[in-house]
């Protein structure tokens, strides 16, 4: 039997927020290979017979370095196996996606990418912040919270950054008072609307509303965990009526589609 690799992305949060085709895949699978912010109840959904290898990182501990990742993705496809790279949110984005698919290229594997819903437009929208708005925010741009480093800002235009409508920056918690200061220091108005999400699209999600300038402070006493995404611009504001989201209406463990 031919191996193939099916890389995955699962959605952020909540487990009902995968693709029908990610599900599907997901069904079929020998292996996963998954991370650490996927929906713990995807795993359910993969045959008993299948192995679930956890591969997940986080600040300061890698259960597995990204070549040592990739290298079993690529040995586990090349033994014949149908294996499924989870990946939270959609795959594209901060995820690796390139290093993997890339291996299995060179190795002349057979793989397949499915796209998934992205944390840069699903968290701020369940938070009420959709990321454009007529006539106000006509466009958005996305950045890591990683290109500020502890010895300064990275390659990355902060003055471009500055100036878009709207900026969300993904994994931004570590170093939330450092990109603050970077975009008003490129010249972005302190008193521009801010919103952290903190686990969103989750039965933990909450939200920290302030101005760009006074955010690390509040965070400082609310003390939200991670992960989170920041969104900076006037749509941030819209979380205070558009706020729509009630986790505790939402099953941690949502009965998804059995006809599939």
Request: glycine content about 8%; aromatic content about 6%; hydrophobic content about 50%.
């Amino acid at each position: 039997m031919t191996g193939k690799a099916y890389l995955v992305g699962a959605g952020p949060g909540r487990a009902d927020l995968i693709t029908v085709r990610g599900l599907t895949v997901l069904r079929q699978a020998d292996v996963v290979l998954y991370d650490r912010l996927i929906a713990a109840s995807l795993l359910d959904e993969a045959p008993p017979y299948a192995e679930r290898i956890f591969v997940g990182k986080q600040p300061g501990h890698h259960t597995f370095r990204q070549d040592g990742i990739t290298e079993t993705l690529v040995r586990l496809v090349r033994n014949g196996l149908q294996v499924v790279r989870l990946k939270g949110g959609d795959p594209g984005v901060f995820a690796h996606l390139a290093e993997e698919a890339s291996a299995l290229a060179a190795a002349g594997l057979p793989f397949e990418i499915v796209p998934g819903v992205s944390s840069v437009l699903a968290i701020p929208l369940h938070a009420g912040i959709p990321l454009t708005w007529r006539g106000i925010a006509s466009a958005f741009t996305v950045v890591s919270g990683h290109e500020v480093t502890p010895h300064g800002c990275s390659g990355v235009s902060w003055a471009l950054l500055a100036a878009s409508p709207t900026l969300v920056v993904l994994m931004a918690l570590g170093r939330l008072e450092q990109v603050c200061a970077a975009l008003i220091a490129a010249g972005r108005n302190r008193d521009t609307p801010a919103a952290l999400i903190s686990r969103g699209a989750s039965a933990d999600q909450r939200v920290l509303l302030a101005t760009l300038d006074s955010l690390p402070a509040r965070q400082q006493t609310a003390q939200l965990p991670s992960p989170a995404v920041l969104v900076v611009g006037e749509v941030a504001a819209l979380a205070n009526s558009l706020a729509w989201y009630d986790p505790a209406q939402f099953p941690t463990n949502p009965m998804l589609w059995d006809d599939l």
